[in-house]
């Protein structure tokens, strides 16, 4: 390893921030490479060591193991999500199945199992605090669900599967950016887009430009179903096109790789003794069963169906005569019944949403309103691209908390959709502080616009900041469990509680004002918004409930079952006939994904874990009702804030984050606020 690689070393910068200015393409293989030989190399030393396994020399051996080859995926990965290039995807292309080989060849080290099984079989007697105990437990737990346990030649199975499904998924996700650029909509003329904002059309004129299409007005596809334009698109004809421009994306590529996940993940449950994937993944998760899964699941889909029956009568009364409801029409005749009957006009909201407004007054005001930290920009520091920005982050103190970075807008290099990641986990252990980035997929308008959110795009920016603050306020000693390091059905509860502050009087007076005159919303407009919102819940909750039990179908297959052949005719005919078990082929409503664009449960990890907005809804809406309860009982904002930081979310995966949550809670979570929020009570 030589200093000419900016990887090798660890970064001198604030906070370990990677020293994006200095890494080029060329030097991820090598660190790679480095990276994979130096950590094999510890966990033999581990593995090898003569003297008697102990927690410091095993688990904490471990714990500090893999330094370089966790810095350079650190970077890498991210990297290829937010900003790629042909090169990155093949450097890509050739690490995801040795990463996944790298794991195997740790997880079936007979010899580091043994070690490991025998501190387990000994826990009880080693006196280990709770913390160490529960990380004992879970890299033991880690390992048998790994295959140690596993004959040699069922190993030597796992490591064929796990290889080919790392390259499916690389496959899947490199698929789909592919898709999302070919699948623009484009069109000849503005009249097309009559209903737009000026500024959505001088964007999609920008964007046009951009693409190679000069004087082309083209929308790029959004990793979702419903387009957000199909809101406001006068033109139904262009509603028409830009939702089957979404929906039919990457069905050629991406449908038979959904098949054969599929039937890969299948076998490599039964492989492990499960009866379906499902049951697999859901044993490490709050749920611990698919029967409760299961359960949460048929309590939801009657109810949401029949509200969005409701729904669509109202909206059939608006449609010209003789004109049937369609999928494209749905969100548009939606804005129709809310300008009607509510006097609501969402595209009134943007001009007092403009982008650094909705950021500094209201997401870090909020930060600062519930938690007492602030935000310093850094335009010294140097992100991986130049539309990037960095703040440190500061606590009530005064002491520095880490480093966020905000990547806000979409282009041709980035995968769509929203996500945080973590560049640095915080452990005290390895001495790190967090640093943070939160990526969105905003249209970019023309140079010297603002940039004017919808209501949606406003959520996000809050929903992403809440696992940005799950990742900075994390306090743990392990890197196991660090942040958001949690079980697949927790980690979205913190991040729905943040969604609260984007309605909370205080917060919402401060941010949404007019971009140009500053005046502040109409206080009406947003009541009545808050009442119209109530009317779309039907579709909301049939809309995600079809992803959720897609996402169901697909991995509650047992090993041999047969979901076709690797033919997109099949994807599609597996997809139409899951949402009918389900009954929740309701033509009118596209799920919000469907299989060949799923990036979350192909391309990502929430395979079989998608229900996990609605189970950690569950415990979002029961804290929003213990916040408001503290107002209304005398109680700070500010002391709910610390006692919400104290016992779920500086805590990462290091308690029982069910327990964590009672503790706060003063008892289980309820389902109800959930049922009320949406709309489904009684």
Not at 266 to 279: I, P, Q, T, V, W
Not at 485 to 506: G, I, K
Not at 612 to 620: A, C, F, K, M, R
Request: hydrophobic residues 40%; proline residues 5%; aromatic residues 10%.
């Amino acid at each position: 390893m030589t200093t000419e690689n900016p990887l090798f070393l660890a970064s001198t910068l604030p906070y370990e921030l990677p020293p994006f200015a200095d890494i080029r393409e060329e030097h991820y293989l090598p660190a790679f490479d480095a990276g994979f030989a130096e950590h094999l190399a510890e966990i033999k030393t581990i593995a090898e060591n003569p003297e008697p396994a102990t927690f410091e020399n095993t688990i904490v051996a471990m714990e500090r193991s893999g330094t370089l080859l966790h810095r350079v995926q650190a970077v890498f990965f991210p990297q290829t999500s937010s900003d790629t290039s042909d090169a990155l995807q093949a450097v890509e292309q050739e690490i995801s199945p040795r990463w996944a080989a790298h794991m195997d060849t740790i997880n079936l080290d007979a010899a580091l199992f043994a070690r490991i099984d025998d501190l387990y079989e000994r826990r009880a007697s080693l006196g280990l605090t709770d913390v160490e105990l529960h990380l004992l437990e879970k890299i033991h737990r880690n390992f048998v669900r790994g295959g140690a346990k596993l004959s040699p030649s069922d190993k030597d199975r796992l490591k064929e599967l796990n290889e080919k499904l790392a390259a499916l998924s690389t496959d899947f996700d490199r698929n789909l950016l592919a898709a999302n650029k070919a699948g623009q909509q484009v069109f000849d003329s503005a009249e097309q887009l009559s209903g737009l904002s000026a500024d959505a059309v001088a964007a999609a004129k920008e964007n046009g430009e951009a693409v190679g299409l000069p004087g082309k007005y083209v929308i790029s596809l959004k990793n979702f179903s419903n387009q957000t334009q199909l809101a406001s698109l006068d033109d139904r004809e262009a509603r028409r096109a830009l939702l089957e421009a979404s929906l039919e994306r990457a069905w050629e590529a991406n449908g038979p790789i959904a098949v054969r996940i599929a039937k890969l993940r299948a076998e490599r449950a039964a492989l492990l003794g499960f009866g379906s994937y499902a049951e697999y993944a859901v044993q490490e998760r709050t749920a611990k069963t698919t029967a409760a899964v299961e359960d949460l699941m048929a309590r939801l889909i009657p109810t949401a169906v029949a509200n969005a029956a409701k729904e669509a009568e109202a909206l059939r009364a608006h449609l010209p005569a003789g004109q049937s409801l369609e999928a494209w029409d749905w969100t548009y005749y939606s804005e129709k019944v809310r300008r009607a009957e509510y006097d609501v006009d969402s595209e009134a909201l943007r001009p007092y949403l403009e982008l650094d407004s909705v950021l500094v007054n209201g997401v870090f005001h909020a930060a600062e309103l519930v938690y007492g930290i602030t935000f310093e920009a850094r335009p010294d520091l140097v992100a991986y691209h130049p539309d990037v920005r960095i703040w440190e982050v500061f606590d009530a103190d005064g002491s520095g908390i880490g480093l966020f970075l905000g990547d806000f807008y979409a282009r041709g290099s980035k995968r769509g959709g929203a996500w945080m990641t973590n560049y640095v986990d915080q452990s005290r252990l390895l001495g790190q502080a967090p640093v943070v980035v939160n990526n969105l997929n905003v249209a970019k308008p023309p140079a010297g616009e603002p940039t004017l959110l919808t209501w949606d795009e406003v959520r996000t920016l809050f929903h992403e900041f809440g696992h940005t603050l799950h990742g900075l306020f994390s306090d743990v000693e392990h890197p196991t469990f660090s942040g958001t390091n949690t079980p697949r059905d927790f980690v979205e509860y913190p991040s729905q509680v943040n969604e609260m502050w984007a309605e909370w009087p205080e917060v919402l007076a401060n941010y949404a004002k007019h971009h140009r005159t500053g005046e502040p919303v109409p206080a009406d407009l947003l009541e009545r918004m808050a009442e119209a919102e109530k009317f779309g819940q039907g579709f909301a909750t049939v809309e995600i409930l079809g992803a959720v039990m897609l996402d169901w179908a697909w991995h509650t297959l047992p090993a041999g079952a047969d979901p076709g052949d690797t033919k997109v005719s099949d994807a599609k005919e597996f997809e139409a006939a899951a949402l009918t078990r389900y009954g929740l082929l309701v033509p009118e409503i596209p799920s919000r994904y469907r299989s060949s664009y799923f990036a979350h449960i192909w391309g990502n990890d929430y395979c079989a874990g998608y229900y996990s907005y609605l189970w950690s809804e569950v415990l979002d809406k029961d804290t929003v009702d213990w916040f408001k309860e503290g107002v209304e009982q005398g109680r700070s904002i500010r002391d709910s804030g610390e006692a919400f930081r104290r016992a779920v979310l500086s805590r990462g995966g290091s308690v029982d984050l069910m327990a964590a949550f009672a503790e706060f809670r003063g008892r289980a979570p309820e389902v109800e606020p959930m049922l009320r929020a949406r709309g489904l009570a009684g």
